[in-house]
């Protein structure tokens, strides 16, 4: 019987399907899930899911948030998700250097918002996990 897989941000259902396995970054590390697998809850860390299904591969840049299985269903929650074949690598390096500009120029006011900087600190990171996942798959790694 495969996982049940579901991806979701807060604006939108990034990722809804069924699949063989299932691995994500971890807070602690990667961890893999297959059918069967023990009920769980883990922090997820921005990093690369790979969902396999018939020996093919679906990779998705994700944020960091939550991960929850339980009867052969994963659950993710996090704050963005994209699958690699839309990453728009143009897009995505103007993003990093505005986010990179204003996260500079943030840290040296006294009066900003410290939640201001910790979105563009999101729009850094992720930025920079979509790379990683794009650069892995152009180069047709695997894990």
Known sequence: M???????TPDRRAYEGTADGVTLPTSLGSIGILPGHQPITAIIAAGEVLVMLDGKVSRLA???????????????VTEAAIDETKIDLKAVETAEARAREAVEAA???KDID???IAKMEQILRFALVQ????????QGMTE
């Open 2 to 8: 495969p996982l049940t897989v579901e991806i979701v």
């Open 62 to 76: 994700i944020d960091q948030g939550f991960v929850r299985v339980v009867s052969d269903k994963v659950s993710v």
């Open 107 to 109: 840290r040296g006011q």
């Open 114 to 116: 410290p939640v201001e």
């Open 131 to 138: 790379r990683l996942v794009k650069g892995r798959s152009s």
